[in-house]
C-alpha cells in the first residue's frame, strides 16, 4: 500500500473508486448524495478537502495499491484522512474506508498507523479521536491493534438506512506510544 496525500492530478482514480465501491460503502455508512457521485461532484468534494487542508484542518490521503488483475497499475483502494484538526487542543478525528475487494489485507491498520506517525511527528498532535458503529466490528479491531482505547458510547451518532446507530468513541493519546498506563 501506498499512502499519498490528496492532489488533483486523483480525480479521475477517486470518482472511479468512489463509483464502484458505492453500494458497499453505502451498507455501512450513511451514504452521500447522488450529486457527489459525478464527476462534478467529486471535483467539488477534492476542491472542498484540498480547501480544508491550505487552511490546516484537515490531512486527505489516498490508499494506492495494484489492481486486483495483478497488473502493474496501481488504483485507489481506499481512503484515510485525519479532519477536524485543531492545533489549540491538540486533537484530530480519524476517518478511513476500504475498497470491499481489498478488505482483509491490513489496509485499514496501515492506514490508521500512517495518519498516527502524521499526526503525531508531521503535525506534533496530542490526541487522536475516532467514532465507529457499534455493528462495525472490524473497524473496532483494527484500531484496538493500533493501540486505540474505547473511550464511551455516543448514542444516535449516525443514520444508516433510516435507523439511528450507536458509535463507540475510540481515542489515543500520543504518550500511550511509549506508556503502556491504563485509563483512569
Excluded at 489516498?62 to 481506499?78: K, R, T
Aim: charged share 25%; proline share 3%; hydrophobic share 35%.
Amino acid at each position: 500500500m501506498d499512502c499519498r496525500l490528496l492532489t488533483w492530478d486523483d480525480l479521475d482514480a477517486l470518482f472511479e473508486f468512489e463509483l464502484t465501491n458505492r453500494t458497499w460503502f453505502e451498507a455501512h455508512i450513511e451514504p452521500r448524495p447522488d450529486g457527489f457521485y459525478t464527476r462534478r461532484g467529486v471535483e467539488g468534494h477534492i476542491e472542498d478537502y484540498l480547501r480544508a487542508w491550505a487552511q490546516g484542518r484537515q490531512l486527505p490521503f489516498l490508499l494506492w495499491g495494484d489492481e486486483a488483475s495483478g497488473s502493474a497499475n496501481q488504483i485507489v483502494v481506499g481512503r484515510a484522512n485525519l479532519r477536524g484538526i485543531s492545533h489549540d487542543s491538540g486533537d484530530a478525528w480519524i476517518g478511513y474506508r476500504v475498497a470491499e475487494n481489498y478488505c482483509g489485507r491490513g489496509l485499514a491498520t496501515g492506514a490508521v498507523r500512517h495518519l498516527m506517525d502524521e499526526a503525531y511527528n508531521r503535525l506534533g498532535l496530542r490526541r487522536l479521536l475516532a467514532a465507529v458503529s457499534v455493528a462495525n466490528p472490524s473497524s473496532s479491531r483494527v484500531l484496538e491493534k493500533c493501540g486505540f482505547r474505547q473511550a464511551g458510547l455516543i448514542p444516535e451518532a449516525a443514520t444508516l438506512k433510516n435507523r439511528t446507530l450507536d458509535c463507540y468513541e475510540y481515542q489515543h493519546c500520543r504518550d500511550w506510544r511509549t506508556s503502556r498506563r491504563p485509563l483512569a
